[in-house]
C-alpha cells in the first residue's frame, strides 16, 4: 500500500487513546477499510456503522480537519496516487463498495482539482510561457495519450487567435524526426501526464539540444520533462477514472488562450473575421 495511506492510517492510530468510544469505532473501520472510507459518503457511513453524521464530523476534526470532507480527501489522494491511471482504475472497480453518487464524486475530485492548480500557479513561470507563445514563428504542440488530445486541442484554440501552430502526430515520423526542421524562433508546447511518455520527454530533450524553446504543462516538479524544459506550468489531474483528469490543465490553457488574444486584440479579429468569412463562402 501506498506511503501516503500508510502515514494517515499512523496518525489516526495515534489519536485512538483520546477519541470517544463512537469516535474510536470509526476510527478503526478508517484504519481497517481505508479505500471502502474514500469513496463513502458520509450518509453510507452512517448507515453502516449506525453513528451520526455529527461524530463523524467531530472525529474529523479531532484529527486535525475542518469536517468530514477534508479527512475524506486526503485518503482520496492517497488511493489516487498509489496508482497510475489503468490500475488505478482497476483496482477501483475491484473493490466493494456502495451505490455512488458518481456526478458528486467526481465534481467534488474537479473542484479540489482545480484548486490545487490554482495553488500550484507560478505566476512567473505563467508570464514567460505567455510571452513565448506570443512571440513564438510557429508553435508546435506534442503529447501521446490523453495528453495527445490536450495537444491537438491547444493549437485548434492557438490557430484562433492567430498564432501559427500545428499538432505534431506521432505516426510514420517520431516526434525527434519532426523537430529537425523546427528553428530556433519556434516554440514546443508539450503536455506530460502519468504515465509519463519517453517519447515526449525525448522530444524536450531533443528540442533542448538544438535551442528550441519547450514549454511543459505537468502535474509535478519532479517530472523529467522538467529538466529539459524552458517553462513549466503545474496542473492537477487526479481522477479516479480510467484516465487523468484534464479540467485543470483545460483551465490553464483556456486562460492562457485568454490572455494571448486580448494581447493580440486586433491580429486575433482578423483571424476570427477570415474564419467567418471562409464558413460563409463554403459552407
Not at 489519536?15 to 474510536?24: C, D, E, G, I, N
Not at 485548434?156 to 517520431?174: E, P, Q, V, W
Not at 528553428?183 to 524536450?204: M, R
Not at 489531474?237 to 484516465?243: A, F, N, P
Amino acid at each position: 500500500m501506498n506511503e501516503n495511506i500508510n502515514e494517515l492510517k499512523r496518525r489516526v492510530k495515534l489519536k485512538l487513546p483520546y477519541l470517544t468510544r463512537s469516535q474510536k469505532t470509526i476510527a478503526n473501520y478508517i484504519v481497517e477499510n481505508p479505500q471502502k472510507f474514500a469513496l463513502s459518503s458520509v450518509r453510507e457511513l452512517e448507515k453502516e456503522l449506525k453513528i451520526s453524521k455529527s461524530t463523524i464530523v467531530r472525529l474529523a476534526q479531532a484529527l486535525g480537519y475542518n469536517g468530514f470532507y477534508g479527512l475524506k480527501s486526503e485518503f482520496l489522494k492517497g488511493l489516487q496516487n498509489n496508482f497510475g491511471p489503468i490500475p488505478r482504475y482497476k483496482k477501483f472497480l475491484s473493490m466493494p463498495h456502495q451505490q455512488m453518487d458518481f456526478v458528486r464524486l467526481i465534481a467534488e475530485e474537479t473542484f479540489r482539482n482545480i484548486n490545487s492548480t490554482l495553488q500550484l500557479i507560478d505566476k512567473t513561470q505563467y508570464k514567460k510561457a505567455v510571452n513565448l507563445l506570443k512571440n513564438a514563428n510557429h508553435v508546435y504542440t506534442i503529447g501521446l495519450g490523453i495528453s495527445s488530445c490536450l495537444a491537438e486541442m491547444a493549437t485548434y484554440l492557438l490557430t484562433r487567435i492567430s498564432i501559427k501552430s500545428n499538432f505534431m502526430g506521432h505516426g510514420a515520423l517520431k516526434f525527434t524526426e519532426q523537430i529537425i526542421n523546427i528553428s530556433k524562433n519556434d516554440v514546443i508546447l508539450a503536455f506530460s501526464f502519468p504515465p509519463y511518455s519517453k517519447e515526449t520527454i525525448e522530444a524536450a530533450r531533443y528540442a533542448q539540444e538544438r535551442s528550441i524553446k519547450v514549454i511543459s504543462i505537468t502535474d509535478k516538479t519532479t517530472s523529467k520533462i522538467v529538466e529539459y524544459s524552458d517553462v513549466f506550468l503545474q496542473a492537477s489531474v487526479e481522477s479516479l477514472t480510467i484516465s487523468n483528469s484534464v479540467i485543470s490543465v483545460l483551465l490553464l490553457l483556456y486562460a492562457i488562450i485568454a490572455q494571448l488574444g486580448n494581447e493580440l486584440k486586433n491580429k486575433t479579429l482578423k483571424t476570427i473575421e477570415a474564419i467567418e468569412h471562409v464558413r460563409k463562402e463554403h459552407s
